[in-house]
């Protein structure tokens, strides 16, 4: 197997809420998370397979860029987490994050001799999510 | 002169509006930084001065954090920009920014031997601003 | 499992010699690395787990941080590593750090639903050891 | 186990054809990969085993990095790939390159208590690939 | 004053050759920089000027990028800069790849409030250089 | 004026104190940094100039790294600062260590069309120091 990893950035807000919680609940779970704040995240979208003969590609991390890009990029990059679809009763924590991502881009990045590995998120440089399926 | 930097990070959410404008304005204006969304902001507070001939230091930067991190990060930090009292009335562009927080951090680092010489922000990795003061 | 990891930094000084062997043997061993230098370590620690139901987190990041800072940073930031009481016994190489702190921290970040997965030590950008325990 | 890495660097140019394709597939195939250009790559070099006792060390980094730079960076650094020997009828993708890297160093990192585990590389800080062996 | 900067990559190949010179000549002037080579290449282009009162910008920062990108990137990412046009009769060094790009930014990004004010350019990460007009 | 810089890497341990100062004078003044600890250095060596007609170069930054070496890396990597002839009598804080290097680096880089513009020097990413010469 061979590992292939694209990378791409977005800016985005979000707050950290269980809507279950009291609102002095939630800031004693999350603290200054439950603040409406913000990050620029590094999203790295690992492909695992057997290089392509004809091209000695895995994949060509071009069609990888466009995938992560139509499908990721283009719905959360400069919006506010909380009000997107693909976290309508999710709170959007980093490892849920990657969860999610994960469920929209494994069967699209599935090919011949290709399968979606993992999904690591960076939310600052700081702290980071890496999430591998199965769960 | 020597020129000394203390660099810190915060996360902060904000959109970009003119309060004067029309909400369809503002999108034609702003684009899609009109939306919430929200950034891990580099900032990187320079001092400019002589070295202490006691201490050997233009000024101690655990000192300079200090004051960074009181007047500057403990009130942006997991905030919303718009909202804080210090872009009141203010577009929180990072252009913007730099002028509002030079204008907090002038006074406060001036020392006998040293005193504030720039103010940068790195919005993203790929945009940035650095302001010396005089507008 | 989802991985989460928390990276900090911290600057130490250190020398690299064998206490059972002479001057000439740890100067042929261990090279420039024998003589007192030091480093802006960045340590990265990894638990793995499941989130939790009710805060979407493995484990809060901040717990995390706290945990590292007691154990390992407030022991050896802005300290000569081979007079520290856990590295009695032991040469600071990389290697050992990382096994030393592995043990420190196992223990202590150990929850309901998280372990800890990995510990990652880069002595500068060039060189970084990784240990997952069983040694 | 415990992995140690060393990570080097290297300049090179490229262009990705497959010599059994026409001039117009190759273009279809590799776009805009398929024009001469260049990139300064990262290669990471993972070794796991045991520390040795006396040393302390899985194995001493500057004698690792002394084979990698014999072997790999003293033939890429500054050279056009597709014209160097180690890629004589091979397509130098970053999948390509990977494992023509571990063909040629894997016996030469093998000692008592180490081995090579995985060639990381990273053609641009967005595009990087591993490769762990068996294919 | 305020300074405002994008910074973009291009990926491209080249080699250091003086064409009055001898090939002998030439790699004793460029050493192994006389060989077909390349590199990930950082550009930096900083504006300067008064933020406009209606946006807070002293230049939308997607504004400078499009034209960085259509009068710069657009023609030397993926290519060989030795047979682009911009670059005949000039030995393509960092220095004297500011000082085009520099000729090129100069007109198109100069508006009421705002001028060119320099070109910076990494050919790696520890070679860089920096241009500000009137040579 | 074009600028060039070459950017070099050392690792070495320091303590700060002034010789005048009692031990608990030490401590007061420099809290932590009294300790003995250390870091990996980041030095930036700006050369100012005119590119040369025949090469295009300011000054081959192979020339430039190869003077840093001589008189600067080789005689601060993995040593301890504070033993170091060149900072005999001088507090090795950062400061005084950009003016030392200035001093040993000046003449040395001067040629016809070039000279030394700046030395800046990272003791760690947070903490940064800029020296032009002059005092």
Redesign the interface.
């Known amino acids: 197997?061979?590992?292939?990893?694209?990378?791409?950035?977005f800016?985005?807000?979000?707050l950290?809420a269980?809507a279950e919680?009291t609102a002095e609940e939630n800031l004693e779970?999350?603290?200054?998370?439950n603040?409406?704040?913000?990050?620029?995240y590094y999203l790295e979208v690992t492909v695992c397979g057997?290089?392509d003969t004809?091209?000695?590609?895995?994949m060509d991390?071009?069609y990888l860029k466009d995938i992560i890009t139509e499908e990721i990029i283009g719905k959360v990059?400069?919006?506010?987490l909380n009000e997107i679809e693909m976290f309508r009763n999710?709170?959007?924590?980093?490892?849920?994050m990657?969860?999610v991502f994960w469920k929209i881009l494994s069967d699209r990045v599935q090919t011949g001799n290709a399968q979606l590995y993992s999904v690591k998120i960076y939310e600052?440089?700081?702290?980071?999510?890496?999430?591998?399926g199965?769960?």
């Open positions: 197997m061979i590992y292939i990893t694209r990378k791409e950035q800016s985005a807000s979000h950290l269980n919680l779970l999350f603290g200054k998370c603040n409406l704040h913000g990050h620029n057997t290089p004809k091209s000695g590609y895995v991390l071009k990059d400069h919006r506010f999710v709170i959007p924590t980093t490892e849920n990657a969860m600052t440089e700081k702290n980071f999510v890496l999430y591998k199965g769960l």
